[in-house]
C-alpha cells in the first residue's frame, strides 16, 4: 500500500516548504518498485510499480539494475515535487552521477515549463541537484560509442493506444528483430491496440500515492508533467529485467517544437518527447547500464507523415484512440472515447483527412470534425492563428498548414465548412512557401535511430 502523506491542513500551503527528499527505493523479488519521498520532514509520499518478470530476482540481477531503479527514482520524484516547487532536493539514496543531473535540472525546470506557465509562477522551478555541473566521465562516452556499433536484437516497444506506437511497432516487426510491446497500465486503447497487434506484452501497472490528489484539492501546484520521461525510465528497468537490449519509443520530430516562449525559454507541452530530452535520457542511461540503448524510431518523421503511413494500416483503426481525456487520473474526468472537442481530437483528425474518406473518419471519430463549424477557432489555433499552439501533443504550425493545403485540393474535402473557412481565412496569413507538404512529410537526417533500422523506417514512412 502506497503511504499517504500526513494529514494537511485546511489549506496546503506550497511555500511553506524548503526541501524535496529523495528517502529511498527498492525492488523486491517479484518485481515490486516502491520508491519514497517526502517534503521537509511532514509529507511522505509513496509510489509503486509491479514490473513482470520471468522469474524471481536474484541477488546479482538485483545490482545489475540499480542504476536503472535509482534513475526512476529520480526522474519519477517529478510527480511529487511539483506540488511545492521547493528550491532545494536531498538525494539521501546517494547522489546522481552527472549526466544524470544533467537529465534532472531539465526535466525539473523545462519539464515543468508548461506547469509554471499556467499557474502563473514568476519563473521556471530551477532546483539544484547534487554534483552538478560536473563533466561527464570519459567511460560513459566511450559507451556511448559502443552501443552505437553494436546492432539491437531485442527490442521492446512501448504502446500508448494512439496512432504513433503502432506505426512504431509496425517498422520494428519489419525489420524481423525479436520484439514485444510495453505499457503503463491497460486503458482500452492501449489493450485494443496490443489485440490488434497479436504481439506479447509486458504490462506494468503503476500507483501514485493516493495522498497526491488529496493535496491537489487543498492547494498543491498542480498540472502536466514530463510523463514520457517516466515512461521510458519504466520501460528501461522492464526490459533490462527481461533481457531487452533496446527501448523504441515512438516520439516524432514534431515534439521537439515548443508551443510559447516564456521566461527566456521555448516552453513545450512534449518536451520529455524532444530530441534534446531523449539525447539527455541516453547520456544518463549510459550510467545506469552500459548494455541498454533508447532511441525513438519515430524521430525522422512529422506527424503528418505518420498519419500517412497510419492510414494505410487499417487493422488499428478500429483500436486506436490518441484523444487524452481518456487517460484523465480522476476517473469522473476520463472519456470513454474520443471527445472531439478538443486539440488533440482536432489535430490528429486534421492530419489523417489527406489520407482517408471522409465516412471512414466519421467512422472512427463518431463525428466528421471538418463539418462543424463550431470547430473552425479550434483548427485555426493548431497553426498559431489567434494564439499559440495548443498544450496538447499536437505537431508543428508547419504542417497543420501542410494539411490544409493538402485537404484544399482534394475535391472529398475542399467543401467541408471548416477547410473552406481555413482556406479563405487561414492561409493567406502565411506565405506561399509556408505549409509546403513535401517539406513536412519529407524525413529528417536529425534523430538517433539506429542505421540497421533505417531501411525500415523509410519503407513505412515514406510515400
Not at 518536451?271 to 524510431?297: G, V
Not at 493548431?382 to 497543420?400: D, I, N, R, Y
Amino acid at each position: 500500500m502506497a503511504v499517504a502523506p500526513n494529514r494537511p491542513e485546511a489549506r496546503f500551503d506550497p511555500t511553506a516548504f524548503r526541501v524535496f527528499r529523495f528517502v529511498a527505493r527498492r525492488i523486491d523479488a517479484d518485481g515490486r518498485v516502491t520508491l519514497d519521498y517526502a517534503l521537509d520532514d511532514r509529507i511522505n509520499f509513496r509510489e509503486e510499480f509491479a514490473v513482470p518478470l520471468q522469474r524471481p530476482l536474484s541477488d546479482g540481477e538485483h545490482e545489475r539494475v540499480d542504476g536503472l531503479l535509482a534513475l526512476l527514482h529520480w526522474v519519477a520524484g517529478v510527480s511529487y515535487f511539483k506540488t511545492a516547487l521547493p528550491g532545494r532536493v536531498s538525494c539521501e539514496t546517494g547522489a546522481p552521477p552527472p549526466a544524470t543531473v544533467a537529465l534532472l535540472e531539465a526535466l525539473y525546470s523545462e519539464g515543468l515549463g508548461e506547469l509554471a506557465y499556467t499557474n502563473g509562477l514568476a519563473a521556471l522551478p530551477r532546483p539544484s541537484f547534487p554534483n552538478g555541473g560536473a563533466p561527464v566521465a570519459p567511460r560513459v562516452e566511450r559507451s556511448l560509442a559502443e552501443r552505437s556499433q553494436q546492432p539491437v536484437e531485442r527490442v521492446l516497444v512501448p504502446v500508448g493506444g494512439g496512432k504513433d506506437s503502432a506505426v512504431a511497432l509496425e517498422i520494428v516487426r519489419r525489420s524481423g528483430r525479436e520484439l514485444a510491446l510495453f505499457s503503463v497500465g491497460d486503458a482500452p486503447p492501449i489493450a485494443r491496440t496490443v489485440a490488434a497487434a497479436e504481439l506479447p506484452r509486458l504490462l506494468v501497472r503503476r500507483r501514485l500515492d493516493p495522498g497526491l490528489t488529496a493535496l491537489n484539492r487543498v492547494g498543491a501546484i498542480n498540472g502536466h508533467v514530463p510523463i514520457t520521461a517516466i515512461v521510458s525510465c519504466v520501460a528501461l528497468l522492464t526490459a533490462a529485467l527481461n533481457g531487452f537490449d533496446a527501448v523504441a519509443m515512438a516520439n516524432e520530430r514534431s515534439a521537439s517544437a515548443g508551443n510559447v516562449s516564456w521566461d527566456g525559454v521555448e516552453v513545450n507541452h512534449q518536451f520529455s518527447k524532444s530530441l534534446r530530452a531523449e539525447r539527455l535520457m541516453s547520456t544518463a542511461l549510459a550510467e545506469a547500464d552500459e548494455r541498454l540503448r533508447l532511441f525513438s524510431i519515430l524521430r525522422p518523421a512529422s506527424e503528418l507523415a505518420i498519419a500517412r503511413a497510419f492510414a494505410r494500416l487499417e487493422r488499428y483503426h478500429g483500436a486506436f484512440t490518441s484523444c487524452n481525456a481518456i487517460f484523465r487520473l480522476d476517473p469522473e474526468l476520463r472519456a470513454a472515447s474520443w471527445c472531439c472537442d478538443c486539440p488533440k481530437c482536432r489535430f490528429v483528425f486534421l492530419v489523417l483527412a489527406p489520407f482517408c474518406e471522409p465516412a471512414h473518419l466519421r467512422e472512427i471519430f463518431g463525428a466528421d470534425l471538418l463539418a462543424d463549424e463550431r470547430q473552425f477557432e479550434g483548427f485555426a489555433l493548431l497553426t498559431a492563428t489567434g494564439g499559440h499552439k495548443p498544450f496538447e501533443c499536437v505537431g508543428e504550425e508547419q504542417e497543420s498548414l501542410a494539411a490544409i493545403r493538402l485537404l484544399a485540393a482534394q475535391e472529398r474535402w475542399a467543401g467541408h465548412s471548416v477547410v473552406r473557412r481555413l482556406v479563405a481565412e487561414v492561409l493567406p496569413r502565411f506565405a506561399a512557401a509556408d505549409g509546403d507538404p513535401e517539406a513536412a512529410l519529407a524525413l529528417s537526417d536529425e534523430h538517433e535511430v539506429p542505421p540497421e533500422l533505417m531501411g525500415d523506417v523509410r519503407a513505412l514512412l515514406g510515400a
